[in-house]
């Protein structure tokens, strides 16, 4: 689950625990103080456990979800098609990102037609920088033109958030 702390007007994510009931409820009563302020943000779950979806669906201010393969694995899932449809069916309201597995483009192309395929809400996270630190451009505007909806994704460090 992502949640978004103000510190001197500048706005951050901070991961916390997979489970929305260990989620210290400052956190969360914080989070729903930054909502009722005049901002533009959206809020997306990000994790993969279908009950504490299903909990956090009960937010107001939640936009939608968004997942990885490595929360799957977490999470105990083994088959990515399953999970996902199941997702999309059980939240239709909701905008849901799945994220590719592979890293060469070609793959990553196929893999999110079929993603896209599963509904209107679903986007596609595609990792700005490849493993082997090749930018993903091309690709990226491939199936955007398409008509794909592209989440794109990058790892930061702490400081580069900071100096954000």
């Excluded at 997702?87 to 070609?106: A, G, K, T």
């Excluded at 505007?141 to 398409?146: A, G, K, N, V």
């Amino acid at each position: 689950m992502l949640t978004f702390l103000r510190k001197s007007g500048i706005i951050g994510i901070v991961k916390t625990n997979q489970k929305i009931g260990l989620v210290n409820q400052t956190l969360l009563t914080l989070l729903e103080d930054i909502i009722m302020q005049p901002l533009n943000i959206k809020v997306y779950s990000d994790g993969a456990v279908i009950e504490d979806m299903q909990r956090m669906s009960q937010m107001d201010y939640l936009k939608g979800f968004t997942t990885n393969p490595s929360l799957m694995k977490r999470a105990g899932i083994t088959n990515y098609m399953e999970f996902a449809t199941k997702v999309v069916n059980e939240f239709p309201d909701y905008s849901i990102s799945f994220e590719v597995f592979s890293m060469d483009p070609q793959t990553m192309a196929q893999e999110a037609r079929i993603l896209s395929s599963l509904g209107d809400q679903v986007y596609v996270k595609i990792p700005v920088i490849n493993d082997q630190g090749e930018i993903n451009s091309e690709l990226i505007h491939q199936l955007s033109s398409e008509g794909i909806k592209v989440n794109v994704t990058a790892i930061t460090t702490t400081a580069e958030v900071q100096a954000a």
